[in-house]
């Protein structure tokens, strides 16, 4: 049974290397795959860039109306009439943007249509809240995998945090990609209690 997979990482863990390694191996085993991330992420603009340089254009961008489940089959049919082998998996990046909605339309996909389906994000954004793409991903993904990377510290970072110049910020919109002098560094719990001076967003 095909199986949908969430994995999460705080930044530069390797999500998008990881992502277009996936796509490598299955297209080494002669597997067709198809590769989206959300529109809101302009990065790269419509492809895949990892930190590394490789990169990759994606199959199809995902805006907030778009039908997922209906743009995969679109491309299976194409294939398909073309006489070529089907889709053998769905590799997501910047999953954390997806709408619940569109999450559930990957539930569909892997169960109902057979196609596993790898989403890779970050669980949570500057303020430890949880994105509403990847609350959903906890929620209902058949599997959840942690990717590892390091706080300046040298212990595992988790959380993100957001800069603005050379200082911190905890304040404002969950999404700001590539804004003016934005930047973020990822942050294990003790380093980013340090800099928020104790504050966690829930509180």
């Known amino acids: 049974m095909a199986k949908l997979y ?8 390797g ?3 990881a992502l277009l390694q996936a796509a490598h191996n299955y297209e080494e085993r002669g597997h067709r795959v198809l590769l989206a991330k959300p529109a809101v992420d302009v990065k790269a603009a419509a492809s895949i860039q990892s930190r590394l340089g490789v990169a990759r254009p994606v199959d199809f961008l995902v805006g907030e109306s778009t039908d997922v489940r209906a743009e995969v089959d679109r491309h299976r049919e194409a294939v398909r009439s073309l006489g070529e082998r089907d889709i053998r998996c769905l590799l997501v990046d910047e999953a954390q943007f997806l709408t619940p909605r569109q999450v559930d339309d990957l539930l569909r996909i892997t169960v109902l249509d057979d196609v596993p389906v790898i989403a890779y994000g970050i669980r ?3 303020q430890t809240k949880a994105f509403p793409g990847s609350q959903r991903l906890l929620e209902i993904a058949h599997s959840l995998e942690e ?3 390091i706080c300046r510290c040298g212990r595992n970072a988790v959380f993100n945090g957001r800069r603005v110049g050379d200082r911190f910020v905890f304040d404002g919109d969950q999404v700001a990609i590539d804004g003016v002098h934005v930047g973020y560094e990822s942050l294990c719990g003790q380093c980013y209690l340090q800099e928020s001076g104790g504050q966690l ?3």
Do not use: I, L, V
């Open 124 to 126: 949570t954004d500057f």
């Open 147 to 149: 990717m590892k990377t």
């Open 15 to 17: 999500k998008s290397t």
């Open 201 to 203: 967003s829930a509180e």
């Open 6 to 13: 969430f994995r999460y990482g705080a930044m530069n863990s």
